[in-house]
């Protein structure tokens, strides 16, 4: 369930907007990332390989997404661990990838000043 102090997270291909996520901190998105990376070479793959593997879905994903073709959720989070481990591989700058969006917080209408507040 989603809280509503939950940070979010926008994943960005070739500035598309890919999916979005919550998150508690960034440390643990990049331990994920590293994670996978350390799983994959436990498997006898290649950093290299890797590169070329994690690039080729995310390239998928993008070409569903911008073809508004269906998208499972468990795709979604392979994007992110994908896009977390270029990063941790340093493939990738963090800025053209990801955006943590600001916390946003709702204040609280004084009585009295409701009629003043413009609706667009």
Request: no cysteine; proline share 2%.
């Amino acid at each position: 369930m989603v809280n509503q102090r939950d940070k979010w997270i926008y994943l960005y291909w070739k500035d598309i907007n890919i999916s979005k996520f919550t998150y508690e901190t960034k440390e643990k998105l990049y331990r994920s990332g590293k994670s996978f990376v350390e799983d994959n070479i436990r498997d006898k793959k290649s950093i290299g390989l890797q590169i070329k593997v994690f690039n080729h879905f995310i390239e998928e994903i993008y070409y569903r997404k911008i073809n508004k073709l269906a998208i499972r959720r468990s795709d979604h989070q392979i994007v992110l661990q994908s896009i977390m481990a270029l990063l941790v591989l340093k493939q990738y700058d963090e800025d053209d990838l990801l955006w943590f969006p600001p916390k946003y917080r709702k204040r609280s209408i004084p009585k009295g000043r409701t009629k003043s507040i413009k609706t667009n």
